[in-house]
């Protein structure tokens, strides 16, 4: 059986968390989303090789005959492009990640035959049209990533944000006290994202859109305004990154 969450469905759009295939061994816990508008379909972050056959497979049985028209990367890490060559050449898809990784992807293996349709996203973002659906593709520079990009469904109200909110070790799918859940992501957001400056803005950038879920590339999705809100509001407030790193010595 299938444990895959369908986050949103109204019978033409569809928001699907597949089911976690990479979960267990030493690869970090890692979603792969679905949307899929009118038949189309965007796969975000769609991860690497241990997970590519299924996540493949998982994603053409969602599509029911549809096409798959883009790869999101949101950025360059291997959880989240190892595999972009393979979903190059099996699908018609187009890849979209930041101008500044278009040349470093390639590094992972990009056939010569599909690296055109490796496409880069300018520093301030653009809109994707998935069959009519305008996803708008907001940047979240040095969140964690230099090159970095969330993606806003206006028709289902979730924000993909990727690195952002990633959640190390509860094994649960949706935050239900925000409290209980800081102690899972505070490491990581303190060592892995750069600093308060670049939450802020992207607080003030997330304040102005509609949202209902926000849903992380790593562990729990946040459902509901207050439970958005309060995730908005502990980013806004975040000392990471070098506003908190200590002056090292040299090792010894
Ligand atoms: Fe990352």
Known sequence: MSADDILFDSGDHRNILLEDFASGGTAVQANQHLIIHHG???????????????????????LRGGNLRYLFLSHQDPDIVAAANGWLMTTDADAYCSTLWLRFIPHFGIDRLVEKRLIGIPDEGMVLDLAGCRLLIIPAHFLHSPGNFHV?????????????????????????????????????????????????????????????????????????????????????????????????????
């Not at 189309?40 to 969602?62: E, F, Q, W």
């Not at 308060?196 to 859109?209: C, F, K």
Request: charge should be negative; include cysteine; hydrophobic fraction near 40%.
């Open 152 to 252: 806003y469904d206006p028709i289902s109200k979730i924000l993909y944000s990727g690195d952002l909110g990633a959640s190390i070790g509860p094994e649960i799918r949706e935050v239900v006290d925000f409290d209980a859940h800081i102690p899972f992501m505070a490491g990581f957001h303190r060592r892995y994202m750069s600093g308060n400056r670049a939450l802020r803005i992207w607080a003030s950038l997330a304040r102005q859109l509609d949202i209902e879920t926000i849903a992380p590339q790593h562990g729990a999705v946040f459902r509901g305004k207050p439970m958005v809100e309060r995730f908005i509001s502990w980013c806004e407030g975040l000392e990471v990154g070098v506003d908190v790193m200590p002056a090292y010595g040299l090792p010894h």
């Open 40 to 62: 189309a379909g965007m796969i975000l972050d769609p991860g690497g090789h241990k997970v590519y056959n299924r996540v493949l497979s998982a994603t053409m049985d969602h």
